[in-house]
């Protein structure tokens, strides 16, 4: 009863085309259950008496009767299509929206593939429900009720046959429905499975391609799609094994209606008209089961697909903004401090990804943080903009715990350049555009010019270059540089470059540090691998195994920190075999430019 009470809470303003197209459709059955008793009035009374004013009247009221009932079913055909759209652009229109307030924690319980398909497909399948079966959801039981009545008040004898059989047919449709149930709801997982594929495949068709894998995904296709046929096959062929059990149990009402009839027309009890009136009940109460059983079929599937999409539409997002009144909207400052944090991104992990971490950075500062892959710098910066809360301790921003304010006016004075860059399909004003809507082509330019993006700009077309979808029409460098300058746009208070320069050569990036040293008042945190990305910072923090090992400047870290060394020499250490090679191929080229300039001495010689 919940899934239907959740689709009665979104028909919404379609609840009028609901209620129109349930009485439409009853009175339009009400109607055409008439027609029989009329038939069977014509053959007794004007036919065997040779009346042929009763066979007119008769017959004008039946043809009456079939045009009203043809209106009724058109206007029940545009009440039940609005309504099924209506619902359905409503329900995805609320999954949409409730996946946007989704916290980092809530999506990482679901696939992505998987809200695509309980968006599209899932929904589809209600549409689908709601448009086929509305008809004879309210048609089926009426036909039944109504036909039985009839068919009882025409001979109570005969009407004894089918409260005999029917109990046998909804038995039969009773066990259909029971076994195709978690079917359906394996079916549905078979779709995720494919989509999922498909998604990757799809977005990664450039690595595929690289790595000469494509024969290698065709194979992993083809397993998930056999996975989605064999479960197809399973659950449909199941599903038609309520056509049988109707056909059966119809064919045997029809006869005993016929066989005990017939005896009663041979005695005299019965009248032909009456028997033959009597047997279009019949069809009309089977026509009425089968359509049950349709239905039944049809919201088994709908039911999973609508407990799928409630499962959505019933997730509570993980972080929320304090009541209204008591969520601060205004970021005074740009300092930070971790106080006596502890980070994981699951209750039931075993171990923290930040360990009692405390830190403090003042406001217009700016600090690096270095550490190996896996000790939690991410982490630590994700907390800040409050994508996760702290499993212990509090995270400040200006002097204020972070989950004291609202979570938009945070985000806001929060800029983060993430580890994965992202860019929209679009233009690059577009892209921009999503640090400031109403930014003048004035500013946008600055931004590009602050982020080193301007030196690219005109190859692509200027601000109106489009990027193609998720920025494939630029490299990792320019997507970087575009998104730094995205990201300078919002006007932070908080600048957090999440490694957000690693494919930037070093030139540049330390022109974009120059850059950013010239706003004032912005707290900038730089999360790098590189020691030259931060060995300007105020201060540095060195993370290992989710813990602050040290902290201080560059110089302070490189006397008396082993790990900063370690780092330190290595990364120097390549430099200079780096600048080895590059020295030893200019001297390569020198030796072999004179010997060409001497051997061209002697030609000219």
Same mark, same amino acid.
């Given at each position: 009863?919940?899934?239907?009470?959740?689709?009665?809470?979104?028909?919404?303003?379609?609840?009028?085309?609901?209620?129109?197209?349930?009485?439409?459709?009853?009175?339009?059955?009400?109607?055409?259950?008439?027609?029989?008793?009329?038939?069977?009035?014509?053959?007794?009374?004007?036919?065997?008496?040779?009346?042929?004013?009763?066979?007119?009247?008769?017959?004008?009221?039946?043809?009456?009767?079939?045009?009203?009932?043809?209106?009724?079913?058109?206007?029940? #055909?545009?009440?039940?299509?609005?309504?099924? &759209?209506?619902?359905?652009?409503?329900?995805?229109?609320?999954?949409?929206?409730?996946?946007?307030?989704?916290?980092?924690?809530?999506?990482?319980?679901?696939?992505? +593939?998987?809200?695509?398909?309980?968006?599209?497909?899932?929904?589809?399948?209600?549409?689908?429900?709601?448009?086929?079966?509305?008809?004879?959801?309210?048609?089926?039981?009426?036909?039944?009720?109504?036909?039985?009545?009839? #068919?009882?008040?025409?001979?109570?004898?005969?009407?004894?046959?089918?409260?005999?059989?029917?109990?046998?047919? @909804?038995?039969?449709?009773?066990?259909?429905?029971?076994?195709?149930?978690?079917?359906?709801?394996?079916?549905?997982?078979?779709?995720?499975?494919?989509?999922?594929?498909?998604?990757?495949?799809?977005?990664?068709?450039?690595?595929?391609?690289?790595?000469?894998?494509?024969?290698?995904?065709?194979?992993?296709? #083809?397993?998930?799609?056999?996975?989605?046929?064999?479960?197809?096959?399973?659950?449909?062929?199941?599903?038609?094994?309520?056509?049988?059990?109707?056909?059966?149990?119809?064919?045997?009402?029809?006869?005993?209606? =016929?066989?005990?009839?017939?005896?009663?027309?041979?005695?005299?009890?019965?009248?032909?008209?009456?028997?033959? /009136?009597?047997?279009?009940?019949?069809?009309?109460?089977?026509?009425?089961?089968?359509?049950?059983?349709?239905?039944?079929?049809?919201?088994?599937?709908?039911?999973?697909?609508?407990?799928?999409?409630?499962?959505?539409?019933?997730?509570?997002?993980?972080?929320?903004?304090?009541?209204?009144?008591?969520?601060?909207?205004?970021?005074?400052?740009?300092?930070?401090?971790?106080?006596?944090?502890?980070?994981?991104?699951?209750?039931?992990?075993?171990?923290?990804?930040?360990?009692?971490?405390?830190?403090?950075?003042?406001? @217009?500062?700016?600090?690096?943080?270095?550490?190996?892959?896996?000790?939690?710098?991410?982490?630590?910066?994700?907390?800040?903009? !409050?994508?996760? $809360?702290?499993?212990?301790?509090?995270?400040?921003?200006?002097?204020?715990?972070?989950?004291?304010?609202?979570?938009?006016? =945070?985000?806001?004075?929060?800029?983060?350049?993430?580890?994965?860059?992202?860019?929209?399909?679009?233009?690059?004003?577009?892209?921009?555009?999503?640090?400031?809507?109403?930014?003048?082509?004035?500013?946008?330019?600055?931004?590009?010019?602050?982020?080193?993006?301007?030196?690219?700009?005109?190859?692509?077309?200027?601000?109106?270059?489009?990027?193609?979808?998720? /920025?494939?029409?630029?490299?990792?460098?320019?997507?970087?540089?575009?998104?730094?300058?995205?990201?300078?746009?919002?006007?932070?208070?908080?600048?957090?470059? $999440? $490694?957000?320069?690693? #494919?930037?050569?070093?030139?540049?990036?330390?022109?974009?540090?120059?850059?950013?040293?010239?706003?004032?008042?912005? &707290?900038?945190?730089?999360?790098?691998?590189?020691?030259? +990305?931060?060995?300007?910072? $105020?201060?540095?923090?060195?993370?290992?195994?989710?813990?602050?090992?040290?902290?201080?400047?560059?110089?302070?870290?490189?006397?008396?920190?082993?790990?900063?060394?370690?780092?330190?020499?290595?990364?120097?250490?390549?430099?200079?075999?780096?600048?080895?090679?590059?020295?030893?191929?200019?001297?390569?080229?020198?030796?072999?430019?004179?010997?060409?300039?001497?051997?061209? /001495?002697? !030609?000219?010689?």
């Amino acid at each position: 009863m919940s899934e239907i009470r959740l689709l009665l809470s979104y028909v919404g303003p379609y609840r009028r085309d609901a209620a129109l197209g349930a009485l439409f459709v009853a009175l339009e059955t009400s109607l055409e259950l008439l027609i029989p008793m009329l038939m069977a009035s014509i053959i007794d009374e004007g036919i065997a008496s040779g009346d042929v004013a009763v066979i007119m009247r008769q017959g004008a009221i039946m043809l009456a009767l079939a045009l009203l009932s043809l209106v009724l079913g058109l206007g029940y #055909a545009r009440f039940a299509s609005r309504l099924a &759209t209506g619902l359905g652009a409503r329900l995805r229109q609320a999954e949409y929206e409730k996946i946007q307030a989704f916290a980092f924690g809530n999506l990482d319980r679901y696939q992505t +593939s998987s809200l695509v398909t309980r968006m599209t497909t899932d929904i589809t399948v209600i549409q689908n429900a709601i448009s086929s079966g509305f008809r004879p959801m309210v048609r089926g039981p009426v036909l039944l009720i109504m036909g039985l009545a009839y #068919a009882s008040i025409m001979s109570a004898e005969l009407a004894v046959v089918f409260f005999c059989t029917m109990p046998l047919l @909804g038995v039969l449709l009773g066990l259909i429905t029971w076994r195709a149930a978690p079917l359906y709801r394996d079916l549905q997982v078979s779709m995720d499975h494919l989509n999922n594929v498909v998604q990757e495949d799809v977005t990664a068709v450039r690595a595929v391609k690289a790595y000469v894998r494509g024969p290698h995904e065709c194979d992993v296709f #083809a397993g998930v799609n056999g996975e989605l046929a064999r479960t197809s096959t399973k659950t449909f062929s199941t599903a038609v094994l309520n056509l049988p059990a109707f056909q059966l149990v119809m064919y045997t009402t029809t006869v005993l209606v =016929l066989a005990v009839g017939g005896h009663m027309v041979a005695t005299g009890a019965l009248g032909v008209g009456t028997l033959t /009136g009597f047997m279009s009940y019949v069809l009309q109460i089977m026509n009425s089961l089968m359509m049950i059983s349709n239905v039944f079929l049809l919201l088994t599937r709908a039911l999973t697909s609508i407990r799928r999409v409630r499962d959505v539409l019933g997730e509570v997002p993980e972080l929320a903004s304090p009541a209204d009144g008591e969520a601060l909207t205004d970021v005074p400052d740009g300092s930070v401090e971790f106080r006596d944090v502890s980070f994981k991104y699951s209750a039931a992990a075993e171990e923290d990804v930040l360990e009692h971490v405390s830190l403090r950075v003042p406001s @217009g500062a700016t600090v690096g943080v270095l550490g190996s892959t896996g000790s939690g710098k991410s982490s630590l910066v994700q907390l800040i903009a !409050r994508l996760y $809360d702290a499993t212990d301790g509090a995270v400040l921003v200006g002097g204020h715990d972070v989950r004291a304010y609202d979570l938009a006016s =945070l985000r806001d004075a929060v800029g983060v350049v993430l580890q994965k860059n992202v860019l929209f399909t679009g233009t690059v004003a577009e892209n921009l555009r999503w640090g400031d809507a109403d930014a003048t082509d004035e500013e946008l330019l600055e931004a590009c010019r602050l982020a080193c993006a301007d030196e690219f700009l005109d190859r692509i077309g200027g601000l109106a270059g489009d990027l193609g979808q998720g /920025g494939a029409g630029v490299s990792g460098g320019q997507k970087q540089r575009l998104c730094i300058a995205r990201t300078l746009l919002k006007r932070p208070r908080v600048l957090i470059f $999440d $490694d957000s320069t690693s #494919a930037v050569d070093m030139a540049t990036e330390a022109k974009i540090r120059a850059n950013l040293a010239s706003i004032p008042g912005v &707290t900038t945190i730089i999360i790098a691998q590189r020691i030259t +990305s931060v060995m300007d910072a $105020d201060e540095i923090f060195v993370l290992d195994d989710g813990r602050v090992h040290a902290h201080g400047t560059h110089a302070e870290l490189l006397a008396n920190d082993s790990i900063y060394q370690e780092i330190y020499a290595s990364q120097m250490e390549h430099a200079e075999d780096g600048a080895h090679a590059g020295a030893a191929a200019s001297a390569d080229e020198r030796a072999a430019s004179s010997v060409d300039v001497e051997e061209g /001495g002697e !030609r000219r010689g």
